[in-house]
């Protein structure tokens, strides 16, 4: 079995071919570790090979970790994936440096308000449902740019871009339909409402290189790199 350490270098890989292939420089791309339901252990095994950037999908679970590894704090930056509770905020934005889920308005004001002022400002990433799932959680495309515009207008927060889990799909083109979608939707609003979004959270271990085809600048990577996991989310 491949070790963690393997498994990360081959994403590297898989993300500068990709890249290559897109004509895009390797480092436009920023890979985040997603660490959810494995232990701390696991992480510190990323730390160990390069990896300073973790991605977690549960409050709780990634509070627990952060607490645990709480010796590499200062050189790690922790980014919430998974959905966020407007009464769970608090402890996000104290110990969060990412939110990529924000899909209400009175969750993005409760960060701003709860984010202390001794800590750079809180990344934000808006989350849509580009693939207009019914079951998925997210912004529809055209209610995004009126929180986009409310969140920029808040204080403690740096409105970074979008994020988006689009259905999976079998083949390159059908995977690269939702992402080009989301990359025309941040250009758009940038244009239109004067914004300079840099961050476009997409890919995934079955689809990064679609997404980076299409511009993602973050693919979020769990089970490539510390295999299957035992829930399904
Ligand atoms: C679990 C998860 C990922 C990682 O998915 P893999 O298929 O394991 O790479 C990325 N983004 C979100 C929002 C997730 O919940």
């Excluded at 992480?43 to 549960?58: I, S, T």
């Excluded at 239109?192 to 600048?217: K, N, P, Q, V, W």
Aim: charged share 20%; glycine share 6%; aromatic share 4%.
């Amino acid at each position: 079995m491949a070790t963690i350490a393997e498994n990360i270098q081959e994403q590297h890989e898989r993300i500068a071919k990709a890249c290559a292939q897109a004509g895009r420089s390797v480092q436009s791309v920023t890979l985040l570790v997603v660490s959810k339901t494995f232990p701390a252990s696991a992480v510190q095994a990323a730390f160990e090979a390069g990896e300073r950037r973790f991605g977690e999908n549960y409050v709780q679970e990634g509070l627990d970790k952060i607490a645990e590894l709480s010796a590499l704090r200062p050189q790690l930056e922790w980014h919430l994936i998974g959905p966020l509770q407007s009464n769970k905020t608090r402890p996000v934005a104290e110990n969060f440096d990412w939110v990529h889920s924000v899909d209400r308005l009175k969750t993005a004001e409760r960060l701003a308000e709860q984010r202390p002022s001794h800590l750079p400002p809180l990344d934000i990433c808006l989350q849509v449902n580009i693939s207009a799932e019914a079951s998925k959680s997210g912004l529809l495309p055209g209610e995004v740019a009126s929180l986009a515009q409310a969140v920029q207008a808040l204080p403690r927060l740096r409105l970074r871009g979008l994020m988006a889990i689009p259905e999976p799909a079998a083949d390159f083109e059908t995977q690269r339909q939702p992402h080009r979608a989301l990359a025309a939707l941040l250009a758009a609003l940038n244009r239109d409402l004067g914004l300079a979004m840099d961050t476009l959270s997409i890919g995934m271990s079955a689809d990064l290189e679609a997404a980076i085809a299409e511009g993602a600048t973050l693919v979020r990577v769990g089970s490539a790199i510390f295999g299957a996991r035992q829930s399904t989310t």
